[in-house]
């Protein structure tokens, strides 16, 4: 019997598209090598083009026609003309707050072959999961905006943390660690914001009890940020909140290759949602319609989608082709030195994987 996959795929505005067609052939693939597993592909052309045509960013029922799915598969959004922030919240953000998708999870690892800054590296030492809060914090848009214009002007952002929502994120990176048997590192900042992150702390430590067996380190977010350059191995999963996960996984970012090969998912564990996969660049205005975009993060993302629906095994040779490709460097577009088209890259991640498997 097959296991049928409903994946929305929302290709999204720029190179979006031209990298979510690899990813896609990739999944494709795997569909036809594995007689256990389908996918069935419906794709949804909302996004900035369809602003400009429609005057919204998603149909009006988008939120409804998107919820039966298994998961989502996005591109990327944003393009110049539209506002970022109507780009932005209007898609990205509501599938995001809607879908409950309350884990964004980022894996900062450096394969073989991808470009690290730093000096005297090896492999082994960068390789982290962030797991960061992506539903509240300092991005609940609560605050206020008093006085406007005028010299005793204030204006308040307010980083929310609830109970529920601070708990929930812990518990998840917790069970993360202890399934992995990897060590747990909380990012925070408990002495200077000292009511957020102080009851962050503290719920670090209280749920921790539960996990005996798990061994954590809490680190300050400026301490944090040095350590990721000048110590990577110290970090292996790592939670923290939505504005400290934000910064430091683009640090990560650079450390594991840059945009081209960072990928994250935005998860709502309980699965009563649908989850959302995607590279986490932009729809990159500046090469867009080139056919030259690097399309090995939305495959890495593809990869994460994999193992979220069950299927780890392919998950991995999903990430160990896209590392043979890094490793040969023979079929690199241009941002990682090479001179190969998305859709060659995209062929080669197959090819390899026709030789792991
Ligand atoms: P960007 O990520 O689109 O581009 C930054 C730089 O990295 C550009 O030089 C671009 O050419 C390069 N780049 C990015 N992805 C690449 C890839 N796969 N292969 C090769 N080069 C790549 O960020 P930018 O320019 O700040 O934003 C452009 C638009 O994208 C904006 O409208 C922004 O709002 C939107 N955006 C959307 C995101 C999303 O949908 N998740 C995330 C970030 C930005
Ligand atoms: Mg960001």
């Not at 991005?139 to 609830?162: H, I, M, N, R």
């Not at 809490?218 to 939505?242: E, G, W």
Request: charged share 25%; hydrophobic share 40%; with cysteine.
């Amino acid at each position: 019997m097959k296991n049928i996959h409903k994946i929305a795929v929302i290709p999204g505005d720029g190179i979006g598209p031209e990298v979510i067609r690899e990813g896609v052939k990739v999944l494709q693939k795997i569909a036809e090598w594995d007689e256990r597993l389908q996918f069935q592909f419906d794709f949804f052309p909302w996004g900035c083009e369809y602003y400009v045509r429609h005057g919204k960013m998603m149909a009006d029922d988008g939120m409804e026609q998107l919820q039966s799915f298994d998961a989502i598969y996005l591109g990327a959004v944003g393009y110049p003309g539209v506002p970022d922030h109507v780009s932005l919240w209007d898609l990205l953000l509501k599938i995001r707050k809607r879908f409950d998708q309350y884990v964004n999870l980022r894996p900062i690892k450096l394969l073989q072959g991808a470009p690290c800054p730093l000096r005297d590296v090896r492999r082994e030492d960068i390789d982290m999961l962030f797991i960061r809060e992506n539903s509240e914090g300092e991005y609940a848009g609560a605050g206020d905006w008093l006085f406007k214009g005028k010299p005793e002007e204030v204006v308040l952002q307010t980083g929310v943390f609830s109970r529920k929502g601070t708990e929930r994120i812990i518990r998840y990176a917790y069970e993360t660690a202890r399934k992995t048997g990897k060590t747990l590192t909380s990012v925070s900042k408990g002495n200077a914001l000292n009511y957020s992150m102080v009851f962050w702390d503290q719920v670090f430590e209280e749920i921790g009890k539960e996990y005996p067996d798990v061994q954590t380190y809490s680190y300050l977010v400026d301490a944090a940020s040095m350590y990721m350059i000048n110590q990577p191995k110290r970090f292996q999963i790592v939670v923290t909140s939505n504005l400290f996960g934000d910064i430091l996984t683009d640090l990560g970012a650079a450390l594991a290759g840059g945009l081209g090969l960072a990928a994250g998912a935005n998860i709502n564990p309980e699965r009563i949602y649908p989850s959302m996969f995607e590279p986490i660049h932009g729809s990159a205005p500046d090469i867009a319609g080139q056919g030259i975009a690097n399309p090995l993060a939305a495959i890495w993302s593809a990869s994460q989608m994999l193992e979220f629906l069950g299927y780890e095994e392919w998950a991995h040779v999903v990430l160990e082709a896209t590392e043979q490709v890094l490793k040969e460097q023979k079929a690199l577009t241009p941002d990682l030195g090479g001179t190969a088209s998305t859709s060659e890259a995209g062929d080669e991640v197959v090819l390899k994987m026709t030789e792991i498997i």
